[in-house]
């Protein structure tokens, strides 16, 4: 499915963002819902070899893998008629060609009670990409977290600035996997010992 072709007719997209996105959306939009998805969960089973990581050492990101019993939680960002275009032609660019991320429709769920069920663009990357990684203990995970970085920054970043996400946005939330990967890296380097080049801007 083209993301192109998703939005013949329409006069606004939603696009939920559930890694990078919640912090660094980097596309113009006009409204911004904290909710979530349901029959996923996000996992730190892709590669990056570009943005968190190179082709020597690739990073560890996230992606989403079905879960009948599982919600993942994240942004959803409305963007208007006038700007769709030119949004998913930098997201195709980030999450696609350079992420492996291919696109499909879901159910977002705001966490504003006022607000009923919308339908969303999402970025999925799976296992028939030549850079997914798959499933891994939380320590190695950890582990290759620690040592990589990409154009975008250290892959630390990425970790610490989405378990900041669920705590200020979603406190109710306990994000399992995500706090135990972040709990494992900061073993490795506590965070006072984390190098100024993986804090970057948080």
């Not at 190179?54 to 893998?65: A, I, M, Q, S």
């Not at 009948?68 to 409305?78: K, L």
């Not at 705001?110 to 990357?125: D, M, Q, T």
């Not at 200020?168 to 306990?174: A, D, F, I, K, Q």
Request: hydrophobic share 35%; proline share 5%; charged share 25%.
């Amino acid at each position: 499915m083209k993301p192109l072709d998703i939005v013949n007719g329409k006069n606004s997209l939603w696009i939920f963002g559930y890694g990078s996105l919640v912090w660094k959306p980097d596309f113009a939009y006009k409204k911004r819902k904290v909710g979530y998805i349901k029959g996923y969960k996000r996992r730190f089973w892709h590669g990056d070899d570009f943005h968190r990581g190179d082709k020597e050492k690739p990073g560890r990101v996230v992606t989403l893998v079905e879960d009948q019993e599982a919600s993942t939680w994240g942004v959803a960002y409305e963007v208007p008629e006038s700007h769709m275009e030119e949004s998913l032609q930098y997201l195709n660019i980030r999450e696609v060609m350079l992420g492996g991320y291919t696109t499909k429709m879901v159910e977002f769920v705001p966490k504003e009670k006022s607000h009923g069920p919308l339908l969303a663009l999402v970025y999925i990357a799976t296992s028939d990409n030549p850079i997914y990684l798959g499933p891994a203990s939380d320590m190695e995970i950890a582990a290759q977290i620690s040592i990589s970085s990409g154009k975008t920054g250290h892959n630390i970043e990425y970790l610490l600035r989405l378990a900041e996400f669920m705590r200020l946005c979603c406190p109710e939330v306990e994000d399992e996997h995500l706090f135990s990967i972040e709990a494992a890296v900061l073993k490795i380097f506590p965070r006072g010992e984390i190098t100024p080049s993986a804090k970057t801007s948080l």
